[in-house]
Nanobody
Framework: QVQLQESGPGLVKPSQTLSLTCTVS??????????CSWFRQAPGKEREFVAA????????YYADSVKGRFTISTDNAKNTVYLQMNSLKPEDTAVYYC?????????????????WGQGTQVTVSS
């Protein structure tokens, strides 16, 4: 049974930094999954793609809204995915979800993903 667990919720002020962690259990993220990714969902809005990392070639992908501010990375030994968020803005406020896709698919589309974490709240407010 694959499980993903996010951690690192927080309330920060605009321009500050926050880091999220996603721990994967029940399988190795380096061999079992093509993509590990982060999505987010703000109140009243659909879940949207934030960032993804493809293990086979270590490629990273970002939504235009976070490019240059957010960084996705992994720790093989710890089966963990990180999302470093810099220069946070109020519009980054959302519940952030970790997801894993274990086959070929479009990493920017939520419907492609097989496994999801329960989500963690990030609030950016002055």
């Amino acid at each position: 049974q694959v499980q993903l667990q996010e951690s690192g919720p927080g309330l920060v002020k605009p321009s500050q930094t926050l880091s999220l962690t996603c721990t994967v259990s029940g399988g190795s993220i380096t061999t079992s999954y093509y993509y590990c990714s982060w999505f987010r969902q703000a109140p009243g809005k659909e879940r949207e793609f934030v960032a993804a990392i493809k293990w086979s070639v270590r490629s990273t992908y970002y939504a235009d809204s976070v490019k240059g501010r957010f960084t996705i990375s992994t720790d093989n030994a710890k089966n963990t995915v990180y999302l470093q968020m810099n220069s946070l803005k109020p519009e980054d406020t959302a519940v952030y979800y970790c997801a894993a896709l274990g086959r070929v698919g479009d990493p920017t589309q939520a419907y492609e993903y097989d496994y999801w974490g329960q989500g963690t709240q990030v609030t950016v407010s002055s």
